[in-house]
C-alpha cells in the first residue's frame, strides 16, 4: 500500500516590522538615534513652533500686496513697498523712457545663461555668444552708435549686480587659470611674478582693493588718462577672484596622478598639448566643486561696491528705503534681495552639481 506524500509550501513571508521600515525607520535613524539627538530634534521642533507660525502671519496671511503707504499698518509685511520701487532695485535710476534697452539686454542674458546651462548648445558658439552678448549688453545700456548715451552713475541695482558678476565670472576664471599654471611653472620669473601677485592680492580685503582701485588708482593715473569708476571696480573684482580661483586650481593641478604625465609624454606629447589636453582638463574636474563656490562667493561680494559710490541690488533697496513715503520698510527690502540672491546662488550651485554629474563633452 503506497502513502500519498504532499508537497511542503512554506508559509509567506511576514512583513517587516513597523518601527524598522518608512517613516518610522528614517526618523528612528536620524532624529532620535539616541537621546542627544532626540533633545536636539525636540528642541528645535519647540523653535520652529516658536518662529515659523508668526513668520507666516507676518509675510503671508496679515501682509499688504498692493496699495500706497497709508494701507500698512505695521502688522504685516508691506510688499506694496516691493512693487512700487521694484523698478529701482532692478535697473537703478536709469532713464524711464529708455528702461526698454536693459530689458532687450536682460532678455539677451537670460537667453545665453538658458543655453550654457541646457547644455545642448555646442561650446564653440557659447565661446562666440558670451563676448557677443557683453557688447551688445554694453551697447544697449550705455548707449552710443545711435543709441542715445546714458551715465553710468544711473546704472544701479540688479542689473548691476549681475553685470559685474558675470563679466568677473567669466574673466577671472581663465585668468585665474594661467595664475595657477604660472605659479607652477619652472620658467625663470614667472613663479615668482604668479606667487607675489596671488599672495599680495590675498593678503589684503576686497572692500581695500575696491578703494585703492576707486580713490587711489586714479591719482596715479596721467591727467589726460581718465578711467571711470566702474570699469576701475571692475578690474578690481576680477583680480581678487582671480587669485583666489588660482589658489583652488593649483590644488586641482596637484591632484592629477604623476602616471598621467608619464603615460603622454611616452606618447611623444609637448609640454604645452599635456597641460592642455590631460592635466588641465582632470585637475578642473576635481576642484569644480570648489570653483562653483568661488563664483558663488564673486556674486556675492558685488554688494560691497556700495562702499565707492556704486548701488548695487542692495544698495538700491537700501536707497528705496529711504524715501520719506516708505519710511520703515527697511526689512521687506533686505528680505526681497535675501530671496533674490538666494535664488541666483541656489542656481548656480544646481547647475555646478549638473556639471558635476554630466559625462565629458563632445559638442564641439
Known amino acids: 500500500m503506497s502513502t500519498k506524500v504532499e508537497k511542503f509550501v512554506p508559509a509567506p513571508s511576514s512583513p517587516p516590522p513597523v518601527a524598522a521600515t518608512g517613516v518610522i525607520l528614517w526618523l528612528r535613524t536620524n532624529l532620535f538615534s539616541g537621546w542627544f539627538n532626540s533633545v536636539l530634534t525636540i528642541l528645535a521642533v519647540l523653535l520652529l513652533v516658536k518662529t515659523v507660525p508668526p513668520l507666516i502671519d507676518w509675510a503671508f496671511i496679515r501682509a499688504v500686496w498692493t496699495g500706497g503707504p497709508q494701507v500698512c499698518d505695521g502688522s504685516g509685511a508691506c510688499w506694496a513697498f516691493i512693487a512700487d520701487k521694484a523698478r529701482v532695485m532692478l535697473i537703478g535710476t536709469y532713464p524711464q523712457d529708455l528702461e526698454w534697452r536693459p530689458l532687450v539686454a536682460g532678455i539677451l542674458f537670460a537667453g545665453v545663461v538658458a543655453a550654457t546651462v541646457s547644455g545642448r548648445c555646442k561650446k564653440r558658439v557659447l565661446t562666440v555668444a558670451w563676448p557677443v552678448l557683453f557688447v551688445a549688453a554694453l551697447w544697449l545700456i550705455g548707449g552710443g552708435a545711435g543709441l542715445t548715451e546714458v551715465d553710468q552713475s544711473m546704472w544701479g541695482g540688479l542689473m548691476l549686480s549681475l553685470g559685474l558678476a558675470a563679466v568677473g565670472i567669466i574673466l577671472s576664471v581663465p585668468f585665474g587659470i594661467l595664475l595657477a599654471l604660472g605659479r607652477q611653472s619652472r620658467m625663470v620669473g614667472v613663479s615668482s611674478v604668479c606667487v607675489g601677485l596671488i599672495e599680495l592680492i590675498r593678503g589684503v580685503p576686497l ?108 544698495g538700491m533697496a537700501k536707497a528705496a528705503s529711504q524715501d520719506q513715503h516708505w519710511l520703515g520698510h527697511e526689512v521687506e527690502g533686505y528680505v526681497f534681495c535675501a530671496v533674490v540672491y538666494w535664488c541666483i546662488c541656489f542656481g548656480m550651485s544646481r547647475y555646478g552639481r549638473s556639471l558635476e554629474k554630466r559625462g565629458p563633452q563632445t559638442n564641439r
Open 207 to 314: 572692500i581695500t582693493i575696491l578703494f585703492m582701485a576707486s580713490v587711489m588708482m586714479p591719482l596715479f593715473l596721467p591727467v589726460n588718462l581718465q578711467i571711470n569708476n566702474l570699469l576701475r571696480v571692475q578690474v578690481g573684482i576680477i583680480l581678487f577672484s582671480s587669485a583666489y580661483i588660482a589658489e583652488v586650481v593649483r590644488g586641482g593641478l596637484q591632484a592629477v596622478p604623476g602616471g598621467q604625465l608619464d603615460a603622454a609624454k611616452a606618447l611623444g606629447l609637448s609640454p604645452w598639448m599635456i597641460t592642455l589636453f590631460v592635466v588641465l582638463p582632470q585637475a578642473l574636474r576635481y576642484v569644480l566643486p570648489a570653483l562653483i563656490g568661488r563664483c558663488i562667493a564673486l556674486f556675492k561680494d558685488t554688494s560691497l561696491v556700495i562702499i565707492v559710490g556704486l548701488l548695487d541690488f542692495l
